[in-house]
Each structure stands twice: as structure tokens, then as C-alpha cells.
């Protein structure tokens, strides 16, 4: 038996998914503590695109890793910077939960342009406009924070007519029916993957640990080689991309076919909306092996800033 101390954010989600971890070592015979961390992303009530998104839910978790007050760190794999950090693993990638995103609310197709949707990601909203678009609406965008429940309380208000949030977030926290049409008993729908591409890494959590530490075996138990090879694939376009979580990239990688396991497609979905309103999107696909998962994220990359280039401003920049 191995005495390991897990250590997540504060969040409701993120105890639940430090719950899981922990009740998964626990059943293989470890004693398992939880810590609590109060980080950045936490503490600050500003915009994620007024403090920078990249790493403010990750940091303090990773400090607390490296000066060994816990020993596994879990977070949600979207909020994870792609570079890696010196010293640390990434022990395990478990399974993935639904990767879709819902918007709890007014649906999108009874969306108008006097319908207000609140969301901090803008990935969701570039996707979301050109969706709009393509009916001849515009519908207002204010950006929001706060925790699942909050989220959802400012629809339930009238203060929002829709937000969006993952699917898996709610499915942990037992807040979606099992046919994903209420939320927190509000109306919800399931939103298509291609119509509302997730982030990358959306609906996986990631393990990690210092790469020296003895109780890196122990987490990689929980590791599932499928969908730590998919977002690989979805990470390794965003490194190319120099894409960090504000930027309005989304990206998926499955198995390229039921019959073939060691094939992966990524779809990635990026572009960019321009002040006169005009919503441009780029959406490319690839098909790829496993083995070279990285590889195939980073030329998917390439063909993506190839277009971006070809664009009248030729920036390829977020």
C-alpha cells in the first residue's frame, strides 16, 4: 500500500474529479488524501482574457507538486498548458467523459439578434456566431465566469437567455439528465460535434506528477492509451498553432475507424471574427496513426496557418 496525497483546485468540479482519481487508487489498495488548492484563475474575478488563460488554473497546482506538498496533481487536460513544465510527468490520461459542449438555455436554433449568451471562450462564440450566421442573426455575447451552478442560475434568472458548458462537467457533477435536455432542471441541448467543436482535451482529466516521483506507477494504472494518443494529436496542433486557451481553437481526435485502432482523425476548427462582424471559420480534417499522434496534430497545424495566410490581412496571428 502506497500513501498518496492528491491535490486539485477547490472547485466543485475539480473535487469531484480529484474524488474520482482518488476512489480509483483507493480500490487498488493506496490510501489516498485530498488537498485542496486555491489558484490564480480562482482568486482573480476578472475575464480569463483580461488575466490570461494559459496555465491561471494549473500553476498553483503544479507549485505545489514541485515542492512536494502533494504527490499527483489532477486537472482538467483543456486547462493544461501545452508546454510542458521541467521536472513534472504526465503520468496518466484516463478516459475521456462526452467531449460535447451544451448549451443550457434558449437552443441555438431560436437564437435572435436580441438573444444574450454568456461565455468566456472564444472558441465557443466564434463557432456559436458563424452558426448564427448562417440563419442572419447576430445574437450578443458577454463574456461570463464562475462555477457550474452560477452559470446556469444566470439563465434560470432571466439574466442570460443561454450559456454554454461541457457535457462532462455536468455529467460529473449529476447536473445533465441521461438524454442531455435538462440541466439543473433547465432546457438543454446536446450540441453536434460538427457544429460546436470542443477544445482540445475537452472531457479528459490529466494526472500528473514529478517525473522522479514513486508514485508515478501508481497514477499510470488509470492512463488509457486511446485517449491519451487523441489529445495528443488536439495538443500538439494548438503548440503548432501557438494557440493557448483564449484563442477560439477547437480540436478533436478519434479512432479513424471502429475497425482500425491504430488510426486516429483530428478535426480542428479555428477563425477569427472581424470587427465588421463577418465571421470567418476554417475547418480542416487529417487522418493519421496512432504512433505518430504529434505529428499528425502538427501538420493539420501547418495546413491551417497555410490558409490563414492566404486571407486578405495575411495574419496568422490570435
Given amino acids: 500500500m502506497t500513501r498518496v496525497r492528491i491535490g486539485a483546485r477547490r472547485s466543485p468540479l475539480?473535487?469531484?474529479?480529484?474524488?474520482?482519481?482518488?476512489s480509483r487508487l483507493r480500490s487498488a489498495g493506496h490510501a489516498v488524501d485530498l488537498v485542496g488548492i486555491d489558484s490564480h484563475g480562482d482568486r482573480d474575478a476578472r475575464a480569463l482574457t483580461e488575466i490570461g488563460g494559459t496555465g491561471v488554473f494549473a500553476a498553483a497546482v503544479r507549485e505545489a507538486l514541485l515542492d512536494g506538498s502533494i504527490d499527483l496533481a489532477v486537472h482538467s487536460l483543456k486547462d493544461l498548458p501545452v508546454a510542458g513544465a521541467p521536472g513534472l510527468a504526465l503520468a496518466a490520461v484516463p478516459s475521456r467523459e462526452d467531449a460535447r459542449d451544451v448549451v443550457v438555455g434558449r437552443t441555438p436554433d431560436q437564437w435572435d439578434d436580441d438573444t444574450i449568451v454568456g461565455t468566456g471562450s472564444p472558441r465557443r462564440e466564434l463557432q456559436l456566431a458563424a452558426l448564427a450566421a448562417e440563419r442572419g442573426v447576430r445574437p450578443r455575447f458577454v463574456a461570463i465566469r464562475g462555477?457550474?451552478?452560477?452559470?446556469?442560475?444566470l439563465v434560470r434568472r432571466?439574466?442570460?437567455?443561454?450559456t454554454v458548458l461541457a457535457a462532462a462537467g455536468l455529467r460529473r457533477?449529476?447536473?445533465?439528465?441521461?438524454?442531455?435536455?435538462?440541466?439543473?432542471g433547465v432546457p438543454a441541448t446536446l450540441m453536434p460535434l460538427d457544429?460546436?467543436?470542443?477544445?482540445?482535451?475537452?472531457?479528459?482529466l490529466a494526472i500528473e506528477c514529478r517525473?522522479?516521483?514513486?508514485?508515478?506507477?501508481?497514477?499510470?494504472?488509470?492512463?488509457?492509451?486511446?485517449?491519451?494518443?487523441a489529445v495528443t494529436a488536439e495538443r500538439a496542433c494548438l503548440a503548432t498553432l501557438d494557440?493557448?486557451?483564449?484563442?477560439?481553437?477547437?480540436?478533436?481526435?478519434?479512432?479513424?475507424s471502429d475497425s482500425d485502432a491504430s488510426g486516429l482523425t483530428l478535426r480542428v476548427v479555428t477563425g477569427r471574427k472581424e470587427a465588421s462582424g463577418r465571421v470567418r471559420v476554417i475547418l480542416e480534417?487529417?487522418?493519421?496513426?496512432?504512433?505518430?499522434?504529434?505529428?499528425?496534430?502538427?501538420r493539420l497545424a501547418r495546413a491551417i496557418l497555410s490558409t490563414m495566410s492566404g486571407w486578405d490581412d495575411g495574419r496568422t496571428d490570435w
Fill in 14 to 22: 475539480a473535487v469531484v474529479q480529484a474524488e474520482w482519481v482518488a
Fill in 195 to 204: 457544429r460546436l467543436m470542443p477544445a482540445a482535451g475537452q472531457a479528459a
Fill in 285 to 298: 480534417q487529417a487522418t493519421g496513426r496512432r504512433a505518430d499522434a504529434a505529428g499528425l496534430g502538427a
Fill in 158 to 162: 432571466g439574466d442570460l437567455h443561454a
Fill in 173 to 184: 457533477l449529476g447536473r445533465l439528465d441521461g438524454e442531455g435536455t435538462r440541466a439543473a
Fill in 243 to 256: 494557440a493557448g486557451c483564449l484563442a477560439p481553437v477547437g480540436a478533436h481526435a478519434t479512432l479513424a
Fill in 211 to 229: 517525473d522522479d516521483s514513486p508514485v508515478r506507477d501508481v497514477a499510470a494504472l488509470l492512463d488509457d492509451p486511446v485517449t491519451r494518443d
Fill in 147 to 153: 462555477n457550474v451552478d452560477t452559470r446556469i442560475d
